[in-house]
């Protein structure tokens, strides 16, 4: 697979997708069976898969309402807050 087509990857994988592989990027790296160069290239590649994450993240979050239900009863949506 080309650098392009890996940028192009990571502009369409899904949330699950980037967990995934991050979390096989960790195992490589922790088992130590790696040259320095395939560990510097999958650091780099795991730094932008959670800088992805961590954008599919806080778009979900700005999506999230909080519907509340007051003591009469009556139900109101709110967005989010911390």
Do not use: H, P
């Given at each position: ?17 980037a967990i995934k592989e991050l979390e096989n990027i960790v195992d490589d ?54």
């Open positions: 697979m080309t650098k392009n087509n890996k940028e192009k990857n990571l502009e369409q994988i899904t949330f699950e997708e790296l922790e088992r130590g069976e790696v040259s320095l160069e395939e560990a510097v290239s999958a650091y780099e590649r795991g730094s932008k898969l959670k800088n992805i994450c961590q954008e599919r993240l806080n778009d979900a979050r700005m999506k999230v309402e909080k519907i509340k239900q007051d003591e009469s009863g009556q139900i109101s949506i709110e967005n989010f807050e911390e």
